[in-house]
Nanobody, 115 residues
Framework: VQLVESGGGLVQPGGSLTLSCAVS????????LRWYRQAPGKEREFVAF????????DYKESVKGRFTISRDNAKNTVSLQMNSLKPEDTAVYYC?????????WGQGTQVTVSS
């Protein structure tokens, strides 16, 4: 399975960005998917989750109400809509899935929130 993120960039505080992750090499609809992020000097942290069948969602507490995860099973993509961005959201964002107990990661996309 391959995951390729896109959509990162520089945005001012209060702005919005939408990240996308294209997934190939596996039956997309069967995959649970997650977004993580890693800020400079910090550990990688969970951001959002969406399940395979029911589409249930979960979020890091600090992004609830600002970020929305979604999936398009026809296009094999998972997205992260990010609103009301803050400087502390600055990080490299990764999408991820788990196959046979092994975590698979994309290469990441940089999000910088700065004035």
């Amino acid at each position: 399975v391959q995951l390729v993120e896109s959509g990162g960039g520089l945005v001012q505080p209060g702005g919005s960005l939408t990240l996308s992750c294209a997934v190939s090499g596996f039956t997309f609809s069967s995959l649970d998917l997650r977004w993580y992020r890693q800020a400079p000097g910090k550990e990688r942290e969970f951001v959002a989750f969406i399940s395979n069948l029911s589409g249930s969602k979960d979020y890091k507490e600090s992004v609830k109400g600002r970020f929305t995860i979604s999936r398009d099973n026809a296009k094999n993509t998972v997205s992260l809509q990010m609103n009301s961005l803050k400087p502390e959201d600055t990080a490299v964002y990764y999408c991820s899935t788990r196959l046979s107990g092994i975590d698979v990661w994309g290469q990441g996309t940089q999000v910088t929130v700065s004035s």
